[in-house]
């Protein structure tokens, strides 16, 4: 069984800066992609940044130049800094990843989301 925990989340004013982090946990061969997603209320989860396969990342156009994904491999760890937070950057965060876990096969696993709010 894998896991993955997020943290970090909270309240934050406009402009202000958070850090995401996420783990995973279990009997783990091999992780390939990782990252986050958010969604909003009304609204559908989208891609925030992510490392794809082969290690490209890929950030949404609202979050370039504020936004960075990092990862420790070695830890089964990514991360999520976020700069310059907007009201509009609420919501809550999920972290995905794509494990090989013992006696399985290659599954995209997410977190249970952490929330950020962005507000004065």
């Known amino acids: 069984q894998v896991q993955l925990v997020e943290s970090g989340g909270g309240l934050v004013q406009p402009g202000g800066s958070l850090r995401l982090s996420c783990a995973a946990s279990g009997k783990i061969l091999g992780i390939d992609a990782m990252g986050w997603y958010r969604q909003a209320p009304g609204s559908q989860r989208e891609l925030v940044a992510a490392?794809?396969?082969?290690?490209?990342?890929n950030y949404a156009d609202s979050v370039k130049g504020r936004f960075t994904v990092s990862r420790d491999i070695a830890k089964n760890t990514v991360h999520l800094q976020m700069n310059s937070l907007k009201p509009e950057d609420t919501a809550v965060y999920y972290c995905?990843?794509?494990?090989?876990?013992?006696?399985?096969?290659?599954?995209?696993?997410w977190g249970l989301g952490t929330q950020v709010t962005v507000s004065s």
């Open positions: 995905k990843m794509k494990v090989l876990a013992f006696g399985s096969l290659w599954l995209d696993y």
């Open positions: 490392f794809a396969g082969g290690g490209i990342t």
